[in-house]
């Protein structure tokens, strides 16, 4: 059984920074991509960025293009999001995933469909003040 614990989130006010961690136990850790969903208060869940299982590439939501940085450190089991420039927008609760199959590459749209993913974390809370 594959198990997700997110970690890191919290409050900030805009402008400032988290980063949240990933920690996966049980499977394979470094055979499958990874990514990061955020669903915020009254919206659907929705994809903010992936990675793929050696970590030489990754992908984001426009919308976090140039402020989040996705990482992996498949020594640890753990995928990381550094996030900066937050603003209140960015607000969510935050969750890790786990991309089925196991693989290198998939298409760019592929990663951004919740039905892409079989396992997921719990959630870790991102507050942004203005």
């Known amino acids: 059984q594959v198990e997700l614990v997110e970690s890191g989130g919290g409050l900030v006010q805009a402008g400032g920074s988290l980063r949240l961690s990933c920690v996966a136990s049980?499977?394979?850790?470094?055979?499958?991509?990874m990514g990061w969903f955020r669903q915020g208060p009254g919206k659907e869940r929705e994809f903010v960025a992936a990675?793929?299982?050696?970590?030489?590439?990754?992908y984001y939501a426009d919308s976090v293009k140039g402020r989040f940085t996705m990482s992996r450190d498949n020594a640890k089991s753990t995928v990381y999001l550094q996030m900066n420039s937050l603003n209140p927008e960015d607000t969510a609760v935050y969750y890790c995933?786990?991309?089925?199959?196991?693989?290198?590459?998939?298409?760019?749209?592929?990663?951004?469909?919740?039905?892409?993913?079989?396992?997921w974390g719990q959630g870790t809370q991102v507050t942004v003040s203005p």
């Open positions: 995933a786990r991309i089925r199959p196991a693989a290198e590459y998939f298409s760019s749209s592929y990663y951004h469909m919740d039905d892409s993913y079989d396992y």
């Open positions: 049980g499977g394979t850790f470094s055979s499958y991509g």
């Open positions: 990675i793929v299982r050696s970590g030489v590439s990754t």
